[in-house]
């Protein structure tokens, strides 16, 4: 788990059972007793992979700039389509979890192939660029690069979509002193995913800008290794669960079962339709609705259903339960507020291409401290920090103080809206600090990189805002048998978001690069409108946070039965 991807508190999913007692930790059954030290090790083995991610990903624009001689129009794009495809990952490794291997299998194939990737990374700093061997550039330090790169991507979304779930294994939910450590468990984990991009902002990218890149990416491939050994030599500590069953079949059983009823109208009255009286597979019960009332058609009980009763609820594909139907519901309403969180991290990317090739011209200095541009990932990752301290010691307080009840603080929607809102006030700022650079560039003078730090500043804060409401929110709203699915959904965003980001800029290239101009984003930025491109951005974000608005205002949240 990376930038951007930062873990809410999330409690863990109900349903995998326990795989083989002789593989359990003891856990905490008291106050005095240490209990098991297996989510130490997940929170040290998250260290070290934060640090190796971020130790490729702070720097890899200027990477593909300067070594492998890349435009910047083109690196910004590799870089986001690269970006784009870590966070898409996640989704297929959750899926895999949830169906075939667990979290602990998916985890160490998952290394294994991370491990191969950093391999690759690393080697291609020692290759030639224009490396030929018989006649082909196979084996060139670009496809080399890229290879590597790509299975990067894999590794990491395996590890990601794994590894905070797995975690959450470790501790006894029917314990209360458990429940109450799964807490801090949890706390801890967000401050270890914060720790890679401050290493690697202040010590792997000046290794590679100053000393070399091959040392700079070896350090993060180390990083991986120690984590590989660590995880595996710690397996006698861990419990480990295996899946019970497919969670994507019940979603489709809903909307086979309401195809083959297409004809029939649904009762007035819900408690007509189909529901057990008991828990099934220990997941609760979900309050009816209204919405998508063609999806209520796969609960109707007909004559020919009365057979189906007396199977296990939720196998057959002719009889669903409410709760199966509500639990495709709440997918279809999650979709509308999923789709602007794309626009949101297409925005949320540029702290990855354009922000760094915008501080690379200018003064890279801040009172005389050598700050590259790369380096300023580290700063943001501080105002994170600043801005979670400023919203439980500032924010929430005063808007309970406010609140009628004086228990009320901003909601998941209302963060998340919030988070929308500065996303476009950073990028106004970075657009404004654009237009000072190019003003300064005319005369000949040269701006300092520590006007970069209010963007970053309020970008830190849409960060905190939307991205850890939203892994809040969907984890919260997601049916129980799809928790960790729901939460690589949420930031599948984020790889969508890149996708969308490499789109713009093909658009920008397109419209605006002639015979006569050089384009918005062209190799020197002082011929081009990097401004005109924020502003853009800024007026996209803020169109976004319109539509959301009315999205969340109509939003219905789950109900659950007791």
């Known amino acids: 788990m990376e930038r951007g991807e930062r873990a809410p508190l999330l409690p863990e999913s109900h349903g995998p059972k326990v795989e083989d007692d002789s593989l359990q930790a003891p856990l905490l059954k008291d106050k005095k007793r240490s209990g098991s030290k297996a989510p130490a090790v997940v929170l040290g083995f998250e260290c070290l992979e934060s640090t190796a991610f971020s130790g490729i990903s702070s720097n890899l624009v200027v990477y593909l700039e300067t070594v492998l001689h890349g435009s910047n129009l083109a690196s910004a794009s590799k870089v986001t389509t690269w970006f784009g495809t870590s966070y898409l990952t996640p989704i297929f490794g959750a899926?895999?979890?949830?169906?075939?291997?667990?979290?602990?299998?998916?985890?160490?194939?998952?290394?294994?192939?991370?491990?191969?990737?950093?391999?690759?990374?690393?080697?291609?700093?020692?290759?030639?660029?224009?490396?030929?061997?018989?006649?082909?550039?196979?084996?060139g330090a670009q496809t080399v690069a890229f290879v590597g790169l790509y299975l990067v991507a894999i590794g990491s979304g395996g590890v990601r979509s794994s590894l905070l779930p797995f975690g959450a294994e470790q501790f006894d939910d029917d314990n209360p002193t458990d429940r109450e450590s799964k807490g801090s468990f949890f706390s801890w984990f967000y401050l270890c995913v914060d720790f890679g991009p401050i290493v690697s902002g202040l010590f792997i990218v000046w290794i590679q800008n100053n000393v070399s890149w091959?040392?700079?990416?070896?350090?993060?491939?180390?990083?991986?290794?120690?984590?590989?050994?660590?995880?595996?030599?710690?397996?006698?500590?861990?419990?480990?669960?295996?899946?019970?069953?497919?969670?994507?079949?019940?979603?489709?059983?809903?909307?086979?079962?309401?195809?083959?009823?297409?004809?029939?109208?649904?009762?007035?009255?819900?408690?007509?339709?189909?529901?057990?009286?008991?828990?099934?597979?220990?997941?609760?019960?979900?309050?009816?609705?209204?919405?998508?009332?063609?999806?209520?058609?796969?609960?109707?009980?007909?004559?020919?259903?009365?057979?189906?009763?007396?199977?296990?609820?939720?196998?057959?594909?002719?009889?669903?339960?409410?709760?199966?139907?509500?639990?495709?519901?709440?997918?279809?309403?999650?979709?509308?507020?999923?789709?602007?969180?794309?626009?949101?991290?297409?925005?949320?990317?540029?702290m990855n291409t354009t922000f760094i090739q915008q501080g690379?011209?200018?003064?890279?200095?801040?009172?005389?401290?050598?700050?590259?541009?790369?380096?300023?990932?580290?700063?943001?990752?501080?105002?994170?920090l600043t801005w979670v301290l400023l919203y439980s010691k500032v924010i929430a307080p005063a808007v309970r103080s406010l609140s009628s009840n004086g228990d009320g603080e901003p909601s998941q929607l209302q963060r998340m809206g919030a988070g929308r809102l500065l996303m476009a006030l950073a990028m106004a700022v970075s657009a404004l600090v654009e237009m000072k650079r190019l003003d300064s560039a005319a005369r000949g003078e040269q701006i300092t990189i520590a006007w970069q730090l209010p963007q970053y500043f309020f970008l830190a804060g849409a960060e905190v805002f939307c991205y850890i409401a939203q892994l809040e929110f969907f984890y919260a709203e997601a049916p129980d048998t799809m928790k960790s699915t729901c939460t690589s959904l949420a930031l599948l965003t984020i790889a969508l978001g890149s996708y969308l980001s490499s789109f713009i800029y093909a658009i920008v290239a397109a419209f605006t690069a002639t015979a006569d101009s050089p384009g918005w984003i062209c190799d020197d930025l002082n011929q081009g409108h990097l401004d005109y491109f924020f502003w853009t951005m800024a007026a996209m974000c803020t169109l976004n946070f319109v539509v959301y608005s009315g999205f969340a205002k109509n939003y219905k949240l789950k109900t659950v039965l007791s």
Not at 95 to 121: C, K, R
Not at 365 to 376: D, F, K
């Open 95 to 139: 899926i895999i979890a949830d169906t075939f291997l667990g979290n602990y299998n998916t985890i160490l194939v998952s290394l294994a192939v991370y491990l191969l990737g950093m391999m690759f990374v690393t080697f291609s700093a020692f290759l030639p660029t224009a490396a030929v061997i018989g006649g082909s550039s196979v084996f």
């Open 214 to 350: 091959g040392l700079g990416f070896g350090i993060s491939t180390v990083c991986i290794a120690l984590a590989f050994g660590a995880f595996v030599l710690a397996t006698p500590m861990y419990k480990r669960r295996m899946p019970t069953g497919t969670p994507l079949k019940r979603l489709s059983q809903v909307a086979v079962a309401a195809c083959r009823k297409i004809t029939l109208k649904v009762p007035a009255d819900a408690g007509m339709l189909y529901e057990v009286s008991d828990k099934v597979d220990n997941q609760p019960k979900i309050e009816h609705t209204g919405e998508f009332s063609f999806l209520d058609k796969a609960a109707i009980i007909t004559e020919s259903d009365f057979e189906e009763i007396t199977e296990e609820a939720g196998s057959s594909w002719k009889l669903c339960t409410v709760t199966q139907v509500e639990e495709l519901k709440i997918l279809l309403r999650l979709l509308p507020i999923w789709a602007t969180s794309i626009i949101m991290s297409s925005a949320y990317a540029q």
């Open 360 to 384: 690379s011209v200018m003064n890279m200095s801040i009172l005389s401290v050598s700050v590259p541009a790369a380096s300023m990932g580290s700063f943001e990752v501080t105002c994170v």
